[in-house]
């Protein structure tokens, strides 16, 4: 294989060869391939797109870089979601503990921080000890006993998309849509799922801009899902302002603790229970009272003890990350809020250090937005309409500024 031949082919518009998608992740998922070629070859697909057909062999090329799950014969239905990406997205800690309470498996794999917007991996994280490395074996067992797992692309399962995630993150190549396509399908395929439901984000804070658009990704996905005999479902969501009231790591948390609680801002626990109701066998009111009751609590506390963290940390989790310095962000006027832009506050919060600029970057747990107000809500003049959480006084303030410019009210 002559990689900067098929650099060259694809940076034309040309149609690349199944075998030639295979040897190219075949190459890079070993090393052969350096990250420079991958990275010009993911910028030349974010240029020059994609076919069904070529999409479809990269998604089976990265799912067959690693390992396929397979369950027993005994085995209850596998099911999953999977967000396309948003800004205060913290549904899936919630949702994969709620499905584990309905007698089914959930093998969830999920990713880091991607472009602006929040990883599932990241804000788990967050709970000290947490691992996400988990082997095959494992995650094996701990379905047995708990039903659900929530881990990362490993060395085992996925390392193309691993490497290829990590890659696209910082080389500006994060919203092409058959990147996308394989990526998710990729891992969720490499469950061996039954049913897969689809969270697919369009707007401000979204990598699709317009509904056209996530629509398109959508029926993509859904199109490689039922190819590969799951049953596949997608749902299209807006994500002009942020999700819930929080956006940052363990902030993200903490929100997330308060909706396994019963408790939670109202249109993350619509959301959780909108997805959840795709795929699970029981209604939307058992759903509701495994919420309400603690049923869902309590699968997350067990499913934070298998992986590793303190669930007795989890009643005060707003204190084990606390930011040097926390900021009121007040409104200069009173009024209408008619916008708070999910992609400003994204960026920002990737500024103070919830996000990666480099592959090798650490994450700031402690940073972010919190106490975010929703758009539609009256605000009267030096009310509060956020708080930032920052590691310098001079962060919090440019964070402030950066807040505002994304916030109209009138
Ligand atoms: N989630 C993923 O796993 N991959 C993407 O490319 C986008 C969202």
């Known amino acids: 294989m002559h990689v900067p031949s098929l650099i060259e082919k694809k940076r034309e518009g040309g149609i690349l060869e199944d075998a030639e998608i295979r040897q190219l992740i075949a190459g890079y998922t070993s090393g052969e391939v350096p990250d420079y ?8 697909i974010f240029f020059q797109g994609m076919s069904p057909v070529e999409t479809a062999s990269l998604t089976r090329a990265m799912m067959e ?8 014969e005994s085995a209850p239905r596998i099911v999953d979601k999977h967000s396309t990406g ?95 396509v394989a990526s998710i399908m990729s891992k969720k395929l490499a469950e061996s799922l039954d049913a897969l439901v689809l969270d697919v984000k369009f707007g401000a804070g979204a990598f699709m801009k317009t509904k056209e658009d996530a629509e398109s990704l ?35 948390v903490v929100e997330a603790i308060a909706t396994l609680r019963g408790g939670g801002p109202a249109d993350l626990r619509e959301l959780v229970l909108d997805l959840s109701e795709q795929i699970a066998h029981v209604d939307r009111s058992q759903l509701e009272t495994w919420l309400d009751d603690g049923t869902a609590f309590s699968v997350w506390e067990k499913l934070v003890a ?10 005060q989790f707003g204190e084990v990350h606390p930011a040097n310095c926390i900021k009121e962000i007040r409104s200069d006027r009173s009024g209408v809020i008619r916008k708070i832009d999910a992609e400003t506050v994204g960026r920002s919060s990737l500024l103070l250090g919830a996000g990666r600029a480099k592959a090798s970057d ?31 006084e001079q962060e919090a303030e440019r964070a402030a500024n950066e807040f505002l410019q994304g916030v109209s009210i009138v």
């Open 306 to 315: 298998a992986q590793g963290g303190n669930p007795e940390q989890l009643d």
């Open 218 to 252: 959508a029926n993509a996905m859904c199109d490689v899902g039922r190819e590969m005999g799951v049953d596949t479902k997608a749902c299209l969501n807006p994500m002009d302002e942020p999700l819930g009231h929080a956006v940052g790591n363990a902030l993200e």
């Open 362 to 392: 650490e994450i700031d747990f402690s940073v972010g937005f919190d106490q975010i107000r929703k758009t539609g809500e009256q605000i009267g003049d030096g009310e509060s309409l956020a708080r930032v959480h920052a590691r310098t």
């Open 65 to 72: 870089s690693g390992e396929v799950l397979s369950f027993p």
């Open 86 to 180: 948003g800004i205060g997205d913290k549904v899936s800690l919630v949702l994969a503990p709620l499905l584990a309470c309905d007698n089914v498996w959930v093998p969830m794999i999920s990713g880091r921080g991607l472009g602006i917007t929040g990883g599932t991996l990241d804000k788990l994280e967050s709970i000290p000890g947490f691992s996400v490395n988990l082997t095959t074996e494992e995650t094996m067992l701990q379905l047995e006993e708990i039903g659900v797992v929530m881990i990362g692309q490993t060395a085992d399962i996925c390392p193309a998309d691993k490497k290829l995630y990590a890659l696209r993150d910082v080389s500006g190549t994060v919203p092409s849509q058959p990147l996308i």
């Open 37 to 44: 070629q991958m990275s010009a070859m993911a910028m030349a």
